[in-house]
């Protein structure tokens, strides 16, 4: 596939990142979870904690297509689809938990995703260890950030709690494969600068 055959495939992920499961997704590990309804208080909680996760995944997913797209090495850029495809079925059982309580994704979806996109590509520009590098740094502060919502979760929405940690050990996974195939550690203004983005995501999302 030519570049341009991947960014018509990003566009068309991008256009259909609500559409139906694939056949070989997992089931949403909320489905055996009971949760009592929430209050008017809680249910704003919730439903701006997953909507940052349900952004955060529409990021995760396209950071890893632009990734895939520009790298290096055939075995790379099939890890990063893989986890893409993981990405997705987060974001779709976040997209469910959403609808459970009658929030709404964040407005700006398409943008954080076309942004995401473009800085994946970007970073694999400077080769397959720089771009594993992005996908370490990026699971870190995914990490934590989850750890954060965990904490703040209502003990009682045990539906939520399981999508979460779920997806946190998946995270991690994605971290630890990235350094197995050689990733490097990202220079320390460039972290930073991740993380400033990320607050930025975090703090929009969580309202809009």
């Known amino acids: 596939m030519t570049l341009l055959d991947h960014a018509i495939a990003a566009l068309d992920t991008a256009r259909t990142l609500e559409s139906e499961p694939h056949p070989t997704a997992r089931a949403n590990p909320a489905q055996l979870q009971q949760s009592p309804e929430l209050n008017e208080r809680d249910r704003r909680l919730v439903g701006g904690l997953m909507r940052i996760n349900h952004t955060g995944e529409v990021c ?84 934590a950030h989850l750890d954060d919502h965990l904490d703040r979760l209502p003990l009682a929405d045990a539906r939520s709690r399981a999508i979460l940690e779920t997806m946190q050990g998946e995270e991690i996974e994605h971290g630890q494969h990235a350094l197995d195939r050689g990733a490097v550690e990202l220079a320390t203004p460039i972290r930073r600068l991740m993380g400033y983005c990320a607050d930025v995501m975090r703090f929009v999302a969580y309202r809009i």
């Open 60 to 143: 995760a997913q396209a950071l890893y297509l632009g990734q895939a797209a520009v790298a290096e090495s055939a075995d790379t850029r099939a890890h990063l689809l893989q986890a893409a495809r993981e990405e997705h079925d987060h974001l779709l059982w976040c997209s469910a938990r959403l609808a459970e309580i009658d929030a709404l994704p964040s407005q700006f979806n398409p943008l954080w995703f076309a942004g995401s996109y473009a800085i994946g590509a970007t970073a694999a520009l400077f080769g397959d260890r720089i771009s594993l590098g992005f996908v370490v740094e990026t699971e870190r502060q995914v990490e």
